[in-house]
């Protein structure tokens, strides 16, 4: 048991780098919305954000260190539903134009 | 805390878990009970992905179909203090996960320390949005009787006129969900708040902290939440 407990939380420099990581690309979208990337400046913040999302769930929330493997499921589940809720509602709208 | 209550169980094999006050009789041991706490707080979370998921469909329907106000609307908001709330919101999450490891090694005093800082973090935050809300009643961006938007999407110098009930809808987008990103913030600050005290009072200890836990996995999950708000609410075409 102590060994799961040893494992659910890392060192304080790590968490401080990981949040300084979040602020690093924080920074980063900013900048990159004023610059003309075309259709690729939304492709590169929604990017960033999802990284940034992906470090908290990883090293915030202890994904990466729970021991239950049905935790992980109900995560995986989760955004596996809500991508189905976006992309089947795209699916739709978004080839309505060519009636 | 330590006294004479035991809980003893077959399935127990550890002497501190033994007892340990917080474990209850139905869970075979303290790990047991965490990882099932823990499975119960994300069956929640996942609700609120697909709660705050129905919205970020809508706004992903509408700004398809209407980008040039969308666009707009978004160059009207102010993108710095949206970019301090995001800094303020990391560093929260920061200082919540700071707050479990302070828990899990037993510092009572310093865990306190972090669940107080997390809590004025997220009041600085609500602050922050205030004052942005404050700009949107003066500018009449308020969706409402009152609405007014005369600006026009600037696109590279070309300034394409925006029909004014296309950019009612990106601000009704933009209240609905920063305002209930906001409620969610106020609910967090209310919950730090308790287990402050609680925490203060001695309710926790290395063998149980998994309320601290679990309340640390919402407010990281509103941090989430935000992180996918602030490009898609400030940031559309911010380039022109």
Redo the contacts between chains.
């Keep these: ?2 060994e ?2 040893e494992h ?2 890392h060192s ?1 420099g790590f ?2 780098a ?2 300084i990581g ?2 690093v690309l ?2 980063t ?2 900048g990159a ?5 075309g259709p690729f ?2 492709i590169i ?2 990017l ?2 999802t990284i ?2 992906t470090l ?2 990883l090293f ?2 202890h994904v990466k260190g ?3 493997k ?2 992980g499921a ?2 995986v ?3 596996f ?2 991508a189905i ?2 992309s089947l ?2 699916a739709d ?2 080839t309505r134009s060519w009636r | 805390m330590h006294d004479s209550q035991s809980t003893t169980g077959p399935a127990t094999t ?1 002497e501190h ?1 033994a007892h340990n006050p917080a474990l209850r009789h139905h869970f075979a ?3 047991q009970q965490k ?1 099932a706490a ?2 119960g707080m ?2 929640f ?2 609700t609120e ?2 709660f705050f ?2 919205m ?2 809508a706004y ?2 509408y700004r ?2 209407h980008f040039n106000a969308f666009a707009a609307g978004s160059q009207q908001l102010n ?1 710095w203090m949206g ?1 301090t709330n ?2 303020v919101l ?2 929260s ?2 200082t ?3 707050a ?2 302070a828990a ?1 090694a037993g510092k009572r005093k310093v865990l306190v320390g972090y669940l107080v800082v997390t809590v004025l973090l997220g009041m600085t935050f609500l602050v922050i949005k205030g004052f942005e809300y404050r700009e949107k009643f003066e500018k009449h961006h308020v969706p409402g009787p009152t609405f007014n938007f005369t600006d026009k999407f600037d696109d ?1 110098g070309k300034q394409i006129p925006v029909n004014p009930k296309e950019a009612e809808l990106f601000f009704s987008l933009y209240f609905a969900m920063t305002g209930m990103h906001a409620l969610h913030m106020i609910i967090g600050c209310g919950l730090f708040t308790v287990l402050a005290v609680l925490a203060w009072k001695g309710h926790y200890n290395p063998g149980y902290f998994t309320p601290i836990e679990n309340a ?2 919402y407010w ?2 509103v ?2 939440i935000w ?2 708000l ?3 609410l400030y ?6």
């Design positions: 048991m102590s799961h407990e659910t939380t304080q968490y401080l990981i949040g979040l602020l924080t920074a979208t900013v919305a004023f610059v003309n990337l400046n939304p913040a929604l960033i954000a940034k999302a908290v769930v915030f929330m729970a021991s239950e049905l935790t109900v995560v589940s989760g955004f539903f809500l809720l976006l509602s795209l709208y978004l | 550890m878990e041991d303290a790990q990882n823990s499975l994300w069956l979370l996942v992905i697909m998921g129905g970020f469909c992903l329907v398809l179909a993108i970019a995001t800094a990391i560093v999450s920061v919540v996960v700071l479990v490891k899990e590279n640390g996995l990281h999950l941090d989430i992180i996918y602030f490009p898609l940031l559309i075409s911010r380039h022109s």
